[in-house]
């Protein structure tokens, strides 16, 4: 079974520009969420869609950063502008349903310069 | 607001020893907590707790939580150079959204 993709896995911007990310879910995955990680913190849930709609946005500053689902099944990241404080790995995951086991992709590294 | 506070934040140890890492939260509505494992860049699920006192265990690893108290601990036994990783635990609360709040990790470094 393919597991969660991403990508680009890297991606290296100025800051003030725009940036976008893709996942593609494991196949059937209903659920599907955005993480930020910065340096030595452990993940923080930026948006968490079940199928096209969005179930949790509570901590996605709303003013630069967006998310969309439009099928139910691949998904896109976009921070526009980006900030020095952006720099993270972005890790999306996916599961069954919610509340359900979580697998994550192996990330896109963005660095804001 | 949801905590969850791990302990160490790191760890240095030799191969064959044990280790056990410690996680406390403090949430609203707990459902579960898990453990994962994150090396390089994808945690990767190790265990899920829902009830006190039932330890779970996978090989050298073992986990228990104690609803209690608010905390649980995740053992390593015979430690192997490729444990060496971020240990991450994250609870879920019972709502609609499940929403997982993590911890920092704890970065745990095997040596031959």
């Known amino acids: 079974e393919a597991g969660v993709a991403q990508s680009p896995r890297y991606k290296i911007i100025e800051k003030r520009q725009s940036v976008a990310f893709w996942c593609n879910p494991i196949?059937?995955?209903?659920?599907l969420y955005w993480y930020q990680q910065i340096l030595g913190q452990g993940p923080k849930l930026l948006i968490q869609?079940?199928?096209?709609?969005?179930?949790?946005d509570s901590q996605l500053p709303k003013d630069r950063f967006s998310a969309e689902r439009l099928k139910g099944v691949d998904s896109t990241l976009k921070i526009q502008p980006a900030k020095l404080e952006d720099s993270a790995v972005y890790l999306c995951?996916?599961?069954?349903?919610?509340?359900?086991?979580?697998?994550f992709g192996p990330g896109t590294r963005l660095l804001v310069l | 607001e949801d905590k969850v506070v791990q302990s160490p934040l790191s760890l240095v140890v030799h191969e064959g020893d044990t280790v056990t890492l410690n996680c406390s939260y403090e949430?609203?509505?707990?459902?579960?907590l898990l453990w994962y494992k994150q090396e390089k860049k994808a945690p990767t699920f190790l265990f899920m707790l829902t009830s006190s006192g039932i330890e779970k265990k996978s090989g050298r690893l073992s986990s228990i939580l104690d609803k209690k108290e608010l905390f649980s601990i995740l053992n390593i036994t015979a430690t192997q150079t490729g444990d060496s990783a971020v240990y991450l635990c994250a609870v879920e609360v019972n709502t609609n959204a499940g929403k997982s709040t993590f911890g920092d990790g704890t970065t745990l470094t095997v040596k031959p």
């Open positions: 995951a996916s599961s069954p349903g919610v509340l359900e086991t979580q697998y």
């Open positions: 196949s059937g995955h209903a659920t």
């Open positions: 869609f079940q199928n096209n709609g969005v179930v949790d």
């Open positions: 949430v609203t509505n707990f459902r579960s």
